[in-house]
C-alpha cells in the first residue's frame, strides 16, 4: 500500500524548491532513470524553445532544470492544485493536477502560466522519487469544451 501523503508532499515540495532554486535538494528527488517534458498545448507560443523540454536521466533533467530555474524571474510561485493519485502499481503512482503559476508585476502578484502536470512517483529505499514528470502549460484559447479536438 502507497502513502498518498507523502506522494503528494513530494510534488508539492519539488515545486517549491524549483521556485526557490534549492538546487541541492533536487538531487535526491529524483530517479536516476526520470523523465521529464514541458511544453505548451499548442506547441507554439513565442517562448516554446524556452518552455520546451524533454530531458531524460537525473543528470540531463537537473542541468536542464537549472538553466530554466535561473532564466526565469523571481519570485515565481508554482501552486500544485487539485492533486490525485490516478493509479497505483507496484513501488509507483501515478499523479495529476493543475498548476497556476504567478509572479510579481507592478508589486502584484499576476498570472504567468497554468496548465497540466501528470507524474509518477516511485518508491526506491524506503521513500519516493521522481521518475516522471510531464508539464503541459495552457496557451490555446478557450473554447467550448464540445469543440475541444481531443
Do not use: C
Not at 500544485?80 to 497505483?88: A, M, P, Q, R, S
Amino acid at each position: 500500500m502507497h502513502d498518498r501523503f507523502a506522494v503528494h508532499e513530494l510534488l508539492h515540495r519539488w515545486w517549491f524548491v524549483y521556485d526557490e532554486g534549492e538546487f541541492e535538494a533536487w538531487e535526491d528527488m529524483f530517479t536516476e532513470d526520470v523523465w521529464f517534458t514541458s511544453r505548451t498545448d499548442t506547441g507554439n507560443h513565442p517562448h516554446e524553445a524556452f518552455i520546451a523540454s524533454d530531458s531524460r536521466g537525473k543528470a540531463d533533467v537537473l542541468a536542464w532544470q537549472r538553466e530554466h530555474r535561473l532564466a526565469s524571474p523571481y519570485p515565481l510561485r508554482h501552486n500544485g492544485t487539485n492533486v490525485h493519485v490516478v493509479d497505483e502499481s507496484g513501488e509507483e503512482v501515478r499523479l495529476a493536477s493543475y498548476i497556476d503559476v504567478t509572479s510579481v508585476v507592478d508589486r502584484v502578484p499576476a498570472a504567468v502560466a497554468s496548465g497540466i502536470v501528470r507524474a509518477v512517483a516511485r518508491r526506491e529505499d524506503g521513500r519516493y522519487r521522481l521518475a516522471e514528470v510531464h508539464v503541459v502549460l495552457d496557451t490555446m484559447p478557450a473554447v467550448p469544451f464540445a469543440e475541444v479536438k481531443r
